[in-house]
T-cell receptor
Framework: DAMVIQNPRYQVTQFGKPVTLSCSQT?????MYWYQQKSSQAPKLLFH???????NEADTPDNFQSRRPNTSFCFLDIRSPGLGDAAMYLC???????????FGPGTRLTVL | RKEVEQDPGPFNVPEGATVAFNCTYS??????FFWYRQDCRKEPKLLMSVYSSGNEDGRFTAQLNRASQYISLLIRDSKLSDSATYLCVVNNAGNNRKLIWGLGTSLAVNP
């Protein structure tokens, strides 16, 4: 089945220790997104790739970086996690244009 | 004014009830509209896209009123498994690849 996969599902890190979250897709979609979602809040877009074109949101902290080495994979790097970065991180994909976004199961990040 | 507004609820209804959720959006240039469902601690999943003519999928009916910039979702014959948060989502008219999310409406269906 075509899908969006995220690894790991749960990640525990220490304050300030870099962490990388992974997303892969078999949908062959052009666009890949990273969202941060905290409890009782809507998903907050951090950035997205349209093919290799990176689009950062104006309010995404510099602490968050992303890489997309090929169509299938996209990574979220958090360089120095703070306690406020504890959240669910959601990867999504879509075809180009105003299309439905399909989400992976998310990675729940805990910062100690 | 928020770009996408929803009543946060919670809505508590008995099984079998009909429940309606409403959503308003601020940008009249928006073109695509969706309802997503999110279970506790899970990812959002597309429930249905919303078309100008209205659309129905089983017990779920979505309506769009462009003149009033208003979207609705009607759930008939509620099931326990319908308990979730329902997110109203609208495309960003300035950038078609981006979506604008409502905060969601929480529904609890009780036995």
């Amino acid at each position: 089945d075509a899908m969006v996969i995220q690894n790991p599902r749960y990640q525990v890190t220490q304050f300030g220790k870099p962490v990388t979250l992974s997303c892969s897709q078999t949908l062959n979609h052009n666009v890949m997104y990273w969202y941060q979602q905290k409890s009782s809040q809507a998903p907050k877009l951090l950035f997205h790739y349209y093919d290799k074109d990176f689009n950062n949101e104006a309010d995404t902290p510099d602490n968050f970086q992303s890489r997309r080495p090929n169509t299938s994979f996209c990574f979220l790097d958090i360089r120095s996690p703070g306690l406020g970065d504890a959240a669910m991180y959601l990867c999504a994909t879509s075809r180009a244009g105003p299309d439905t976004q399909y989400f992976g199961p998310g990675t729940r990040l805990t910062v100690l | 004014r928020k770009e996408v507004e929803q009543d946060p609820g919670p809505f508590n209804v008995p099984e079998g009830a009909t429940v309606a959720f409403n959503c308003t959006y601020s940008n009249s240039a928006s073109q695509s509209f969706f309802w997503y469902r999110q279970d506790c601690r899970k990812e959002p999943k597309l429930l249905m896209s919303v078309y100008s003519s209205g659309n129905e999928d089983g017990r779920f009916t979505a309506q769009l009123n462009r003149a009033s910039q208003y979207i609705s979702l009607l759930i008939r014959d509620s099931k326990l498994s319908d308990s979730a948060t329902y997110l109203c989502v609208v495309n960003n008219a300035g950038n078609n690849r981006k979506l604008i999310w409502g905060l969601g409406t929480s529904l609890a269906v009780n036995p």
